[in-house]
């Protein structure tokens, strides 16, 4: 019911209006891609609560760390695991850093040269 009407509350009086088939699919995939995406910081924050020590006499604003980044991580498999749900998520988002970060070099450039 929840993926199939829109609930509206007015002067105390609730109304549901079904919704189409295209539109209930869109909020069946927000509403995944929102918990993948906090089950994913829930995981990574869990890992690095379980894997990072403080080093004797260390300075808690300074720590090293590995990371590691499947780069060519992004397959779309019939049935994808969690595990590359996770390197998609994190190749999408260091594409979209990647890309705004392009943009802004470019747009600098741009004012420098006074181009509009």
Known sequence: KAL???TTITHGE??????????AN???????KGIYGRM??????????????LPEGGNQ???LSIGVLDIFGFEAFEKNSFEQMCINYCNEN???????HIFKMEQNEYDKERIN
């Open 40 to 53: 994913f910081i829930w995981i990574v924050n869990k890992i690095n609560e379980a894997i990072y020590k």
């Open 61 to 63: 604003k300074k720590h």
């Open 26 to 32: 869109n909020v069946r995939d927000a509403f995944v």
């Open 4 to 6: 199939c009407t829109r």
């Open 94 to 100: 260091l594409q979209q850093f990647f890309v705004r």
């Open 14 to 23: 609730t109304i549901f209006s079904p919704v189409n088939a295209r539109v």
